[in-house]
Each structure stands twice: as C-alpha cells, then as structure tokens.
Nanobody, 119 residues
Framework: QVQLVESGGGLVQAGGSLRLSCKAS????????MGWFRQAPGKEREFVASISCTGGSPNYAYSVNGRFTMSRDNFKNTVYLQMSSLKPDDTAVYYC????????????WGQGTQVTVSS
C-alpha cells in the first residue's frame, strides 16, 4: 500500500504560479502511474494530469494544457505539478493519485491540498 501526502497549495493571485508536491511512502512509486486530480466546490473531481510509471510525456486536461507541467522523481518518490498562469477557475482541492494503470479506476489518494486563486 502507498501513502500520498500533497503539499504546496495556498492562496495566489490570478496569473501567479504554484508548485504542488506529492510525497509517497510505503512503496516505490516507480511501479505506479501517477496523477493529479482536482475538485472545486459543488463539482465532481476531475482529471488534471497524469504520467506513466516510466515517465515520458504527461497527459493533461485541455483546461490546463500549456499552463501546468507534471513531473516525477522516482528517486525522491515524489511527483510535482508546476502550475503557471493560474486562473480563478483553477481554485480547487488538488489530489494526488497512484494506480497500477493509467485509467485510475481504483487509485490510492492523498488527502488533498487547497489551491485558491484570487481575481
């Protein structure tokens, strides 16, 4: 079993940047596909970005493509989400996920970190 802890959230003005981190423990994340999801108030959780266990080019939701960059450091057992040109619509709780496949049908979840973008 793997435990995930997100950090790096906070309050930022529109146009600003934040970098989220997700530190894993319990297992080596090199065997997992990793993803970032978010949930805004009153909305369902949605996909943001994902990266396979071997790395390579991440996948992004259309709404964040070109503004967010996901990366992984298997030696540090950590994944990152660099967020730039933030918009108020990016306000949400951001969750890290680990799964054995890129479908993320039954992932391990972190507890989430709040990102608030003010206009």
């Amino acid at each position: 079993q793997v435990q995930l802890v997100e950090s790096g959230g906070g309050l930022v003005q529109a146009g600003g940047s934040l970098r989220l981190s997700c530190k894993a423990s319990g297992r080596d994340i090199s065997v997992y596909a990793m993803g970032w999801f978010r949930q805004a108030p009153g909305k369902e959780r949605e996909f943001v970005a994902s990266i396979s266990c071997t790395g390579g080019s991440p996948n992004y939701a259309y709404s964040v493509n070109g503004r967010f960059t996901m990366s992984r450091d298997n030696f540090k057992n950590t994944v990152y989400l660099q967020m730039s040109s933030l918009k108020p619509d990016d306000t949400a709780v951001y969750y890290c996920a680990a799964d054995t496949t890129m479908s993320f049908k039954a992932p391990y979840w972190g507890q989430g970190t709040q990102v608030t973008v003010s206009s």
